[in-house]
């Protein structure tokens, strides 16, 4: 019982930071909504007794990609700035 | 889970895919588009951990229980596995793309990008 | 192309996709069940190599050429962002000023590194028992490195970041894999087959080449991270170019 | 029924769920705020499932969460520095939060786990990540406010 | 010998590794010849075992055999026709790499080996896809390919079009693979397994298909038929192919577009033949639906355009939807004939591409009127590049001919795609080689307003402009062209290519012996030119040599009608993957109903 309510409460977690994810238009709120989905999938894969990949997605989806995409964001606007 | 709730993991591997796919295809930064890239694959992760699931069962890993009790599929984890790395790296290599692009063109809005065409 | 008949391909492509996804999930085994052939063998093949975590068991023993595929992504990820990212003839570096960071925060940072790369290495060293590996702790030991860069700043990671040094162990890691698999067939066994001995259950010197490969992606994830994450940060911190907008 | 799974699901729902809901919309300050309090919760919810399901090697998934968690926020805060600039004086509402949520449920998590778990080794490593956390808590805390 | 299998994969992952570990402290001459040298090992290695070894070479990686029939381990299967498309891969690699020896003016800064390296892990993709007989495997090395296609696209990040035309390339193909791999979770969601053999042994026994299997058929198709370029899945490739570095596009061109068609047949035989599968009908209507459509759109457009480089990407995508064509048919001889039109295609594609990153060395532009007069003096260049366009037109006796007539005799309303489709393609470079090395007909004028992509804004790829005809360059276009023709009058080769045909279309056959080690070899005579074969190839060379002389004097008319379909070419990632879901759904419906 428990398990179900888990599973499905992860579940929906998960459906509603994508849905949030595709609507942040702007790339650096988006990177922290994504880094909620990683948190998500991550507990996710928990519930889901693979506890393996939710390491991988800990360090992949809530660490390292929301990175890279805040630091391309910032390369971007730094670029902006200067050109004025 | 039983009733409708027993197809909602489906559901959710769905719409992961189909909500990605709607963001970047009406996204007006390259940047936003690749964060929708990224949702859409883990629809992929999502599918296949819900087929890999057993109910009642235990992680396939034996340095703490028994090697008696049920478990869930491990095959699916491996694959979830290379899946995320696969993704990671994706990721990298199209954001290290529109970095590129914002320097050549000064955009990272798709809709400004009009050098091939026709 | 109009935004109108994007909308359309678009809309009528989700609608159709969605409708295939539906019916497909209509013919889906129920969730949770308890028919999975493949993952039952596999929990019996890695219980016969004294793999207590049958996922490491699949990643770096019955699949493991899939495992070799996935580290040249990564490999060659990494390799392909250093190439695109590269510092170009009309790029030039701008030393970034030192930043001003509290005290706590500095403090902190500092203590935490050395607490995170054991974390990471523990993570990798037990990759053949329980939950983790190579690329788990791989991930979580570059990360403990950029704590530098939010502990000090960036001039601060680049002192204990040679990345020349990082580059040769991410080649090596890669090369530790594809050599490891060839010493099987050097043993008159099949590529990447397990022949070293496969040790007691659930101890450290378990699973026979299982930990060594794992050690060769951790050494390789590691180093990937590293060398990734310092080529946007040198984007993002410090490689000015000169050029205007294109147009 | 499983007490520790119940309260995992009530911390999934009553934690995790407002997390997303002020991650989603506001400003940067608000929600990087927000991703901070899901970093803190998702470990304590790691450590109430690994209790829950009798698997003691869950365990290491909240170990990392709670280092890489607050590493995480403190990357946000350095790199979102201009936007959180804007924010009011005293950082985003949320970040108020943090502090006290930290001092209530990180005790109210961990200790009735060690009970739970006995003395040993399992023990301490439940007060080392439980001590990460509230360093981890105070430490992003002061970043969000200070920018 | 068969052991040795995944040692073609292995060398080039080594040689890429060590390129990389050891690229600061080794001289651009070495690497590069280390490079050479591990490509031509694996090249070696994969003919070897073609000519060592007989029927379909099987071996589980790790020693993982199955046992009545289960298993656990990833099986590679050297059959003829994945060996082939190995050694093919690979003896083009080989040739790529000496082609750009010395090719991009200075190699990222500290970093010798990098473009060897690339092109290296990249070879090992498409050997690894094209060996593999599991379907995750498969998703692995596809993914590979990809990602490193991807950075050796954007390789001339100076320039804004590489990157931009990398772009779409990678936002498709990943979007392709990901769909992929939810089919390849449907499939073992349903038998449990992820084996080639072993999923369709297992549809197979749980008897007719259902929504499922369909399902997964399509988005498992989907990813494969993106990196096959079939309409509507083909945007990334015209601009991709047009602005990869020259040798890069020699590779996207010559082999890695035609691993997707084979993908497609390879999951389509292995998985989904049996009685358990996909109907044949279905999958025949299908992929002519597609092969058609990409057949037609590649020719219109391929017309159409004035950049050299995006006028030979089009006719890969003509191309390719000949091939799906021919495999629509699903006979041994179209499947011989298809077989022996990629190799030669690949031979012809690649040294037309030579060809032109040649001219774009030489002249700084690959705009055709930019061009027009300036090759007057490179009459050799002139010829290789006239001669190529022939053999893409099907003149007897190049290969490409030889695969468009075999694929032509099984029946009767294929000449009058065939012929047109491959007489547009060819006619639009033979139209170029007159403009561009005759000077024939007058300076074409501009026409303003008109979306276009020039291609007078590429920039040399050798630093500054060559002001000889490099001896490598030229060597490495002359082989491949003869290549092409060989294809075409090696009968040995065409004989092999019926038996290599004939165990790749038995889906029990290839079963047995991947699971039981029962090895049949099924018997082929192998077909040779017959008079109407040589008729209808000289047909179409006759027919791009008459379409290409009027249009060289402009007394054809602009072709203003294609107005509408190049502006669905319009560069956006946005609109292309609209298209790429679109395109999920036409192939619901083809392969439902």
């Known amino acids: ?84 | 889970m039983t009733g409708p709730l027993a197809a909602l993991p489906y559901a959710t591997a769905a719409w992961l895919f189909l909500a990605g796919v709607y963001g970047m295809a009406t996204s007006r930064n390259l940047v936003h588009a690749v964060g929708c890239l990224s949702v859409t694959q883990s629809s992929t992760y999502v599918l296949l951990l819900a087929v890999g699931y057993r109910r009642g069962a235990t992680a396939p890993v034996f340095s703490d229980v028994p090697t008696s009790v049920p478990v869930v599929d491990p095959v699916v984890q491996a694959l979830a596995l290379t899946d995320i790395v696969v993704g990671a790296t994706v990721t990298a290599l199209l954001l290290a793309l529109v970095v590129q692009v914002d320097k050549g063109h000064g955009t990272v809005d798709p809709d400004e990008l009009s050098e091939l065409k026709g | 192309m109009t935004g109108r008949v994007r909308r359309w391909a678009l809309a009528a492509g989700l609608a159709g996709t969605a409708a295939l996804m539906v019916a497909a999930g209509t013919g889906l085994p129920r969730f949770g069940g308890d028919q999975h052939p493949y993952g039952a063998r596999a929990v019996a093949a890695s219980l016969r190599q004294q793999t207590a975590n049958t996922i490491s068991s699949v990643n770096f023993d019955q699949r493991a050429l899939d495992t070799l595929g996935e580290e040249s992504i990564l490999f060659g990820s990494v390799l392909g962002t250093v190439v695109l990212l590269r510092q170009t003839r009309d790029e030039h570096r701008v030393r970034p000023r030192p930043e001003r960071v509290p005290a706590a925060l500095r403090r902190y940072g500092a203590g935490l590194l050395p607490v995170t790369l054991l974390i990471g290495l523990y993570i990798v060293a037990h990759g053949q028992l329980s939950p983790g590996g190579g690329f788990q702790g791989g991930v979580v030991i570059a990360t403990a490195l950029h704590l530098l860069y939010v502990g000090a700043d960036y001039r601060a990671l680049e002192r204990i970041r040679p990345l020349g040094l990082f580059e040769l162990v991410d080649g090596s890691g890669e090369a530790a894999y594809v050599l490891l698999g060839g010493a099987g067939l050097l043993a008159g066994s099949a590529y990447l087959a397990n022949v070293l001995p496969h040790g007691t259950f659930n101890t450290m010197a378990s699973g026979g080449t299982v930990p060594l490969l794992n050690a060769a992606v951790g050494l390789e994830v590691a180093s990937a991270v590293v060398v990734l994450l310092a080529h946007f940060l040198d984007q993002a911190i410090e490689i000015t170019d000169n050029r205007k907008a294109h147009r | 029924m499983n007490g520790w799974l119940v309260a995992a699901a009530v911390l999934t729902a009553g934690g995790l769920g407002p997390c997303l809901w002020a991650g989603s919309r506001g400003t940067a300050g608000r929600r990087v705020a927000a991703q901070n309090m899901a970093t803190l919760l998702l470990c304590l919810d790691f450590l109430l499932l690994a209790q829950g399901y009798g698997r003691p090697s869950y365990v290491d998934l909240a170990l990392v969460t709670c280092v890489l968690g607050p590493a995480g926020t403190l990357v946000f805060v350095r790199l979102l520095a201009e936007e959180l600039h804007d924010e009011p004086e005293g950082g985003p509402p949320g970040a108020r939060l943090l502090t006290p949520v930290t001092l209530v449920a990180t005790p109210a998590t961990v200790l009735p786990l060690c009970v739970a778990t006995g003395p040993g080794r399992a023990m301490a490593k439940l007060l080392v990540i439980g001590v990460l956390l509230g360093l981890g808590a105070t430490v992003t805390t002061r970043a969000l406010r200070h920018g | 010998m068969v052991r040795l299998l995944p040692l073609i994969v292995a060398v080039p992952l080594l040689g890429a590794a060590l390129l990389v570990a050891l690229g600061r402290h080794v001289r651009r001459a070495v690497a590069e010849t280390a490079g050479c040298a591990c490509a031509a090992g694996s090249a070696a290695l994969a003919v070897g075992a073609l000519v060592l070894t007989h029927g379909t070479a099987v071996t589980w990686a790790g020693d993982w055999r199955p046992h009545h029939g289960a298993g656990v381990g990833i099986v590679l299967v050297g059959d003829r026709v994945g060996l082939g498309l190995a050694a093919l891969t690979s003896l083009l690699v080989v040739a790529v790499l000496a082609y750009s020896w010395r090719y991009f003016e200075e190699p990222p800064r500290g970093h010798a080996g990098a473009f060897p390296a690339l092109v290296l892990l990249f070879q090992a993709g498409m050997c690894g896809f094209a060996l593999t007989g599991d379907l995750f495997d498969a998703f692995v090395f596809f993914e590979l390919m990809g990602a490193v296609g991807y950075a050796l696209t954007g390789y001339r990040v100076e320039e804004p079009r590489p990157v931009q035309g990398a772009l779409t390339f990678g936002f498709l193909n990943s979007l392709g693979g990901y769909a992929s791999l939810l089919g390849i979770g449907l499939l073992y969601a349903r038998t449990g397994e992820l084996g080639m053999a072993q999923t369709g042994r297992r549809l197979d026994a749980a008897g007719g298909p259902d929504a499922l299997v369909t399902g997964a058929f399509v988005l498992l198709v989907t990813g494969l038929l993106v990196k096959a370029a079939a309409v509507p899945f083909h945007f990334w490739l015209p601009d991709a192919h047009t602005v990869a570095p020259t040798p890069v596009s020699m590779l996207l061109s010559g082999v890695m577009v035609e691993l997707g068609v084979y993908g497609v047949a390879r999951v389509h035989t292995t998985v989904f033949a049996g009685p358990g599968g996909i109907p044949a009908a279905h999958f025949r209507r299908t992929l002519l639906v597609l092969g058609v459509a990409s057949a037609l759109t590649g020719a219109v457009m391929c017309w159409q355009q004035r950049h050299l480089k995006r006028l030979l990407a089009f006719s890969t995508v003509a191309h390719t939807g000949l091939f799906l064509t021919g495999l629509a048919l699903m006979s041994d001889g179209a499947t011989a004939g298809v077989c022996l039109y990629v190799l030669g295609h690949a031979g012809t594609k690649a040294a037309l591409f030579a060809v032109t990153g040649i001219l774009l060395d030489r002249y700084g532009s690959v705009d055709e009127h930019q061009l027009h007069g300036r090759g007057r003096g490179a009459w050799r260049l002139g010829l290789l590049f006239a001669l190529g366009g022939l053999a893409l037109a099907g003149l007897p006796p190049f290969g490409t001919a030889l695969g468009k007539a075999l694929v032509e005799e099984q029946a009767d309303w294929l000449p009058l795609l065939f012929v047109p489709v491959s007489a547009v393609t060819g006619g639009a470079v033979l139209r170029v080689a007159a403009g561009v090395f005759l000077g024939a007909g007058p300076v074409p004028e501009e026409r303003p307003g008109r979306q276009e992509t020039a291609g007078d804004e590429e920039k040399p790829e050798t630093g500054g402009l060559l002001r000889w005809l490099p001896a490598p360059m030229i060597t490495v276009a002359v082989l491949l062209l003869a290549g092409a023709l060989a294809v075409g009058t090696i009968p040995g080769l065409a004989e092999g290519t019926a038996t290599a045909a004939a165990a790749f279309g038995d889906h029990a056959g290839y079963l047995a012996a991947v699971l039981d080690a029962h090895h049949s070899t099924p018997a082929a005579e192998g077909e040779w030119w017959t008079g109407p074969g040589v008729a209808l190839g000289l047909l179409s060379a006759a027919l791009a040599v008459a379409l290409a002389v009027p249009a060289v004097r402009r007394l054809l008319p602009s072709g203003g009608w294609t107005g509408p379909l190049r502006r669905l070419h319009s560069g956006h990632v946005g609109d292309y993957v609209a298209w790429t879901v679109a395109g999920i759904g036409l192939l619901s419906a083809l392969t439902w109903w």
């Open chain 1, 1 to 84: 019982m428990a398990d179900t309510a888990l599973v499905t409460l992860t579940l929906l977690f998960v459906a509603a930071a994508a849905g949030a994810a595709v609507l942040t238009r702007d790339p650096a709120r988006q990177a922290v909504v994504l880094s909620l989905l990683g948190l998500g999938l991550a507990l996710l894969f928990t519930v889901l007794q693979a506890p393996d990949v939710g390491l991988s997605q800990l360090g992949v989806g809530a660490a390292v990609t929301p990175l890279m995409i805040l630091l391309t964001v910032r390369k971007v606007r730094r670029r902006r700035k200067r050109d004025g």
